[in-house]
């Protein structure tokens, strides 16, 4: 047994039948996760500053939700152009994390080598060598979610 509870956007509940119980699952849209890289193996996060803190600057993954028959990596293609205006690129896919439970969404995350440095703005990306990044990384400098993330994808780098 599966009902539909609500679809929005971005997110379906269901009631579910799983062993006999009845329970809620949530289904969240695909999303990709994205670290840029120049050929001197700069690593390149976001600067983003968001209303819900306050309009404070943080440094992230540039992040994306997959859209309704849109393949992964045009997704990645996508999110870089809007988010920074490169499109001169090569994309290299790191691996898939496929969250399965009460809360279910696939998670995409990339390596994406830029192939013209004059495209970068440093106003829109930070940048980081692999070990300042590390050393970020120890310092707890990035939430949880993307410490992981990190720590999985510069090891490809």
């Not at 209303?51 to 309704?68: A, F, P, Q, Y």
């Amino acid at each position: 047994m599966k009902k539909e509870i609500y679809k929005g956007k971005y997110i379906a509940v269901f009631l579910e039948e799983n062993r006999g119980k009845i329970r809620e699952r949530v289904y969240l849209k695909d999303s990709v996760n994205v670290v840029l890289v120049n050929n001197k193996k700069n690593i390149f996060l976001i600067n983003e500053s968001r209303w819900e803190n306050h309009n404070r600057k943080s440094v992230k993954i540039l992040s994306g939700l997959v859209e309704e028959n849109e393949s992964p990596s045009s997704c990645v293609k996508r999110e870089i152009f809007e988010e920074t205006g490169i499109s001169d690129i090569r994309i290299k896919k790191i691996f898939t994390h496929n969250k399965q439970g009460t809360i279910n969404q696939k998670k995409h995350f990339y390596i994406v080598y830029i192939k013209n440095e004059k495209d970068i703005d440093l106003n829109i990306l930070c940048k980081f060598s692999k070990k300042k990044l590390e050393e970020k990384i120890k310092q707890n400098y990035f939430g949880l979610t993307t410490t992981g993330s990190l720590m999985r994808i510069i090891a490809e780098i």
